[in-house]
């Protein structure tokens, strides 16, 4: 044992005692042990059960840090005390940077390595406390960090550390908050959770009085672990163009099209037939308040919670990309997920300069600020460490859910609405940097309401839910920067639950907002008809005082309550934005399915109908390609990075067509495909950099498309069927020795028997 430390005999295990630090420790031997548990519905995140080998003796503390041990620590390298707090004896409230300092901090005290425990070795000693000793790792109801970035668990592994970077640390032990805010889960061994590393309790930039994050931390004696070489990538952030060949749309011919934002998961589907879809498993039948923008390179991102409940722990982020010249959105998968935390209302903004910020918040955390943001130079390729806002006055309290609005005034401010905690409203928050953020005192007249700037510099804020004048929509205009508004009654019915109107200034300079004239019996207009009920597209050329309506084509009947809200159809909340090219995007989430609407302004400037048939797919179709051209884009090192071919097509918009492939900087290909007038053929492979298959679309004629996924080696993973984005046909799913697990089978849509192995 090495100098100084003292060690003792204690139930047979191994107790150090630091004669500098006092730090009881216990030695825990190598070992292998099955990690993970659960119930897929409710915590994917810690599936499957799989085989993990600690191939290495460790020492691990027997207690979390005190308090007065990291306050010593603290006051020794920043000379002032630490914004922690006390929590029975140990300290909670640290960032995982604090603690990963700490443990440096003892390594140079110690003249030993110290660190955070791996999440395997946490769980290895919470499953084994009793014998260990470290009987307190579980019945404290305080969280711990992890020296892990969060991952995926793979299905066997020797001393997993997580991958070599992300956006959240593994936290273990009790509940992030109170667990009463959740569908409580019974705490486990197994559970996992995940927040970014600088988050904490911090009084001088907390936004308010209440909450607070119990986290602490304890450490290991040991070498330190190995981590992944290569991080998973969200498809959203894979094969990102960082330029576009230049098209616009035919200003004088309208244009409209209606797509399914994804594939849709049936309402009664459970994580493991979506699995057997090949579909991400934390895709949900519940995917609402999307966050959309165009970025720099033409591409259309959405971001989106998917849930089975609002205000579960288990939502997460899903997030698609319409590449430019494609027809057909990506395959959703998860883009930003605080593992135990409902990470909730995401909001997507690209500022003058070609950057992207995603904000979104966290609304059943105490602890968490308004909203949090992660921003992108490269069209969302990849994205930044999650940043908390800075507060400049006191911040009263906020329901932490971003709208679908942000801008960049004249006045020189952002602002970012979020919806305000009293009542029916929302605040626009305001920043000049994007780092420090001011709270107006005035309140617009609607929760969830949608802004935007007026050409003489005032503000304009229309609807909401929950408030109506005489059954009306209100609108707010500001004139001093937010902090006060003038209310009055727009022609527009009052939102009812469900829906969120969203608003945009377009490139011709009208205004443009799209909404549900669908209201409650109670909340109806006097003078309304049935005739104007359902969705709408309107325009306005006086800065909002007068409305033209056009109806949108293509929406849904509302499925929850529709005798309620008359049958009207819907978009539920909604998004919009304008492409470079022209055409106006509409992001809509009545919940299942979700919808991209897609026209034109001669489109909504004209008197054009829908035309009978074609409920499923109502669309403007191009019929020729000119001329096509083949284009490269490089890596640094000279490699391509991608090949693929298109060209301008008789409606005026860029297309592909041709063979497209990219590339892995070494030069070997990661994916292939072939789209004819921007539409897939064929096979879409994407490939490890082993060259084995990851995934494959089939697509077959009128729509229709099989999706495989692979185990290394090319071995076949799962297998579904598709009509359009609708499940058709039989799933089934295989063990890696290619044995069948389950079939599930689905008629449009709906999962209609199941059979398990």
Same mark, same amino acid.
């Given at each position: 044992?090495?100098q100084?430390?003292?060690?003792?005999?204690?139930?047979?295990?191994?107790?150090?005692?630091s004669?500098?630090?006092?730090?009881?420790m216990?030695k825990?031997?190598?070992?292998t042990?099955?990690?993970?548990?659960?119930? #897929?519905?409710l915590r994917?995140?810690?599936?499957? #059960?799989?085989?993990?080998?600690?191939?290495?003796?460790?020492?691990i503390?027997e207690?979390? #840090?005190?308090?007065?041990?990291?306050?010593k620590?603290?006051?020794?390298?920043h000379?002032?005390?630490p914004?922690?707090?006390?929590?029975?004896?140990?300290?909670?409230?640290?960032s995982?940077?604090?603690?990963?300092?700490f443990c440096?901090?003892?390594s140079?005290?110690?003249?030993d390595?110290?660190?955070?425990?791996?999440?395997?070795?946490?769980?290895y000693c919470?499953?084994?406390?009793r014998?260990?000793?470290?009987?307190?790792m579980?019945?404290?109801?305080?969280?711990?960090?992890?020296?892990?970035w969060y991952?995926?668990?793979?299905?066997?592994?020797?001393?997993?550390?997580g991958p070599?970077?992300?956006?959240?640390?593994?936290?273990?032990?009790?509940?992030?908050?109170?667990?009463a805010?959740?569908?409580?889960?019974?705490?486990?061994?197994?559970?996992?959770c995940?927040l970014?590393?600088?988050?904490?309790?911090?009084e001088? @930039?907390?936004?308010?009085?209440?909450?607070?994050?119990?986290?602490?931390?304890?450490?290991?004696?040991?070498?330190?672990?190995?981590t992944?070489?290569?991080s998973?990538?969200?498809?959203?952030?894979l094969?990102?163009?960082?330029?576009?060949p230049?098209?616009?749309?035919?200003?004088?011919t309208?244009?409209? *099209?209606?797509?399914?934002?994804f594939?849709?998961?049936?309402?009664?589907?459970?994580?493991?037939?979506?699995?057997?879809m090949g579909?991400?498993?934390?895709?949900r039948?519940?995917?609402h308040?999307?966050?959309f923008d165009?970025?720099?390179?033409?591409?259309?991102?959405?971001?989106?919670?998917?849930?089975?409940?609002?205000y579960?722990?288990e939502?997460?982020?899903?997030a698609a990309?319409?590449?430019?010249?494609?027809?057909?959105? /990506?395959?959703?998968?998860?883009?930003l997920?605080?593992?135990g935390?409902?990470?909730?209302?995401?909001?997507?903004?690209?500022?003058?300069?070609?950057?992207?910020?995603?904000?979104?918040?966290?609304?059943?955390?105490r602890?968490a600020?308004?909203?949090?943001?992660?921003?992108?130079?490269?069209?969302?390729?990849?994205w930044?460490?999650?940043?908390?806002? *800075?507060?400049?006055?006191?911040?009263?309290?906020i329901?932490r859910?971003?709208?679908?609005?942000?801008f960049?005034?004249?006045?020189?401010?952002?602002?970012?609405?979020?919806?305000?905690?009293?009542?029916?409203?929302?605040?626009?928050?305001r920043?000049?940097d994007?780092?420090?953020?001011?709270?107006? *005192?005035?309140?617009?007249?609607?929760?969830h309401?949608t802004?935007?700037?007026l050409?003489?510099?005032?503000?304009?804020?229309?609807?909401?839910?929950?408030?109506?004048i005489?059954?009306?929509m209100?609108?707010?205009?500001?004139?001093?920067?937010?902090?006060?508004?003038?209310?009055?009654?727009?022609p527009?019915?009052?939102?009812s639950?469900?829906?969120?109107? $969203?608003?945009?200034?377009?490139?011709?300079?009208?205004?443009?907002? $799209?909404g549900d004239?669908?209201?409650?019996?109670?909340?109806?207009?006097?003078?309304?008809? /049935?005739?104007?009920?359902?969705s709408?597209? %309107?325009?306005? /050329?006086d800065?909002?005082?007068?409305?033209?309506?056009k109806?949108?084509?293509?929406?849904?009947?509302r499925?929850?309550?529709?005798e309620?809200f008359?049958?009207?159809?819907?978009i539920g909340?909604?998004? $919009?934005?304008?492409?470079?090219?022209?055409?106006?995007?509409?992001?809509?989430?009545?919940?299942?399915?979700?919808?991209?609407?897609?026209?034109?302004?001669?489109?909504?400037?004209?008197a054009?109908?829908p035309?009978?048939?074609d409920p499923?797919?109502?669309r403007?179709?191009?019929?020729?390609?000119d001329?096509?051209?083949?284009?490269?884009?490089?890596y640094?090192?000279?490699?391509?990075?991608?090949?693929?071919?298109?060209?301008?097509?008789?409606?005026?918009?860029?297309?592909?067509h041709?063979?497209?492939?990219?590339?892995?900087?070494?030069?070997?290909l990661?994916?292939?495909?072939?789209?004819?007038?921007?539409e897939?053929?064929?096979?879409?492979?994407?490939? @490890?950099?082993?060259?084995?298959?990851?995934?494959?679309?089939e697509y077959l004629?009128?729509?229709?498309?099989?999706?495989?996924?692979?185990?290394?080696?090319?071995?076949l993973?799962?297998?579904?069927?598709?009509?359009?984005?609708? %499940?058709?046909?039989? %799933?089934?799913?295989y063990s890696?020795?290619?044995?069948?697990?389950?079939?599930?089978?689905?008629?449009n849509g709906?999962?209609?028997?199941e059979?398990?192995?």
């Amino acid at each position: 044992m090495e100098q100084g430390s003292k060690v003792f005999r204690w139930g047979g295990k191994f107790k150090m005692s630091s004669a500098k630090i006092s730090i009881n420790m216990f030695k825990v031997k190598a070992d292998t042990f099955l990690m993970g548990g659960g119930d #897929i519905e409710l915590r994917p995140d810690a599936l499957p #059960i799989h085989k993990v080998r600690l191939s290495s003796d460790f020492y691990i503390s027997e207690e979390p #840090i005190p308090y007065d041990l990291f306050e010593k620590f603290y006051r020794e390298k920043h000379h002032r005390q630490p914004d922690v707090q006390n929590y029975q004896g140990y300290v909670i409230g640290v960032s995982w940077y604090e603690a990963d300092e700490f443990c440096r901090w003892l390594s140079e005290k110690e003249a030993d390595s110290y660190r955070l425990p791996t999440e395997a070795e946490w769980e290895y000693c919470a499953r084994n406390s009793r014998e260990i000793g470290t009987d307190r790792m579980c019945d404290l109801n305080m969280r711990e960090w992890c020296f892990d970035w969060y991952a995926a668990y793979s299905e066997e592994e020797t001393d997993p550390a997580g991958p070599d970077s992300g956006h959240f640390k593994v936290v273990r032990g009790g509940f992030l908050d109170d667990p009463a805010r959740y569908n409580a889960y019974p705490l486990e061994v197994w559970m996992r959770c995940s927040l970014p590393p600088d988050f904490r309790h911090d009084e001088e @930039d907390r936004y308010n009085e209440f909450g607070r994050h119990p986290i602490g931390f304890r450490v290991v004696r040991g070498r330190a672990p190995k981590t992944s070489e290569n991080s998973p990538i969200p498809l959203v952030c894979l094969n990102v163009k960082q330029s576009r060949p230049v098209s616009r749309i035919k200003e004088d011919t309208p244009y409209f *099209r209606k797509r399914y934002l994804f594939p849709v998961p049936p309402d009664n589907a459970s994580s493991r037939e979506i699995l057997a879809m090949g579909l991400n498993p934390s895709l949900r039948h519940h995917n609402h308040s999307p966050g959309f923008d165009v970025a720099p390179n033409g591409d259309l991102i959405v971001s989106i919670y998917s849930s089975y409940h609002e205000y579960d722990a288990e939502v997460g982020l899903m997030a698609a990309r319409l590449r430019y010249g494609s027809e057909e959105w /990506e395959a959703p998968d998860m883009f930003l997920n605080a593992v135990g935390v409902n990470d909730h209302a995401p909001l997507i903004y690209t500022d003058r300069d070609g950057t992207m910020y995603h904000f979104w918040g966290w609304p059943e955390l105490r602890s968490a600020y308004p909203f949090q943001y992660t921003c992108s130079k490269d069209s969302g390729a990849t994205w930044s460490a999650i940043q908390f806002p *800075r507060f400049t006055n006191h911040a009263d309290r906020i329901v932490r859910q971003p709208v679908n609005t942000a801008f960049h005034a004249k006045d020189g401010y952002y602002y970012v609405v979020c919806d305000a905690s009293d009542g029916a409203a929302s605040v626009l928050w305001r920043s000049r940097d994007l780092i420090h953020w001011e709270n107006p *005192r005035g309140r617009t007249a609607g929760r969830h309401s949608t802004a935007v700037e007026l050409r003489d510099g005032r503000l304009l804020a229309m609807g909401g839910k929950n408030s109506d004048i005489d059954g009306y929509m209100p609108k707010a205009v500001s004139s001093d920067h937010g902090d006060s508004w003038e209310v009055s009654r727009t022609p527009f019915p009052a939102c009812s639950s469900g829906q969120r109107p $969203c608003i945009l200034r377009l490139q011709s300079g009208r205004l443009l907002m $799209c909404g549900d004239f669908q209201t409650k019996k109670g909340k109806r207009p006097k003078n309304a008809t /049935e005739k104007e009920w359902g969705s709408y597209a %309107a325009y306005s /050329e006086d800065e909002g005082e007068t409305w033209t309506l056009k109806k949108l084509w293509g929406t849904q009947k509302r499925k929850k309550n529709p005798e309620q809200f008359h049958g009207a159809h819907t978009i539920g909340y909604s998004v $919009c934005r304008q492409s470079q090219d022209g055409l106006i995007h509409v992001i809509t989430s009545n919940n299942h399915p979700c919808l991209h609407l897609c026209f034109n302004e001669a489109w909504l400037l004209s008197a054009e109908e829908p035309s009978p048939g074609d409920p499923e797919l109502m669309r403007s179709k191009a019929f020729r390609i000119d001329s096509v051209k083949t284009y490269t884009e490089k890596y640094e090192n000279g490699n391509p990075k991608c090949v693929y071919s298109g060209g301008i097509a008789d409606d005026g918009r860029f297309l592909l067509h041709g063979e497209e492939r990219w590339f892995y900087p070494s030069g070997d290909l990661m994916t292939y495909c072939t789209y004819k007038m921007g539409e897939r053929i064929g096979e879409y492979i994407y490939y @490890d950099r082993t060259g084995d298959k990851i995934w494959s679309w089939e697509y077959l004629e009128d729509h229709n498309a099989i999706y495989r996924t692979y185990y290394k080696g090319n071995v076949l993973k799962s297998t579904g069927r598709y009509k359009g984005k609708i %499940a058709q046909g039989m %799933a089934q799913s295989y063990s890696r020795n290619g044995a069948l697990v389950s079939e599930v089978l689905f008629d449009n849509g709906k999962m209609i028997k199941e059979t398990i192995r």
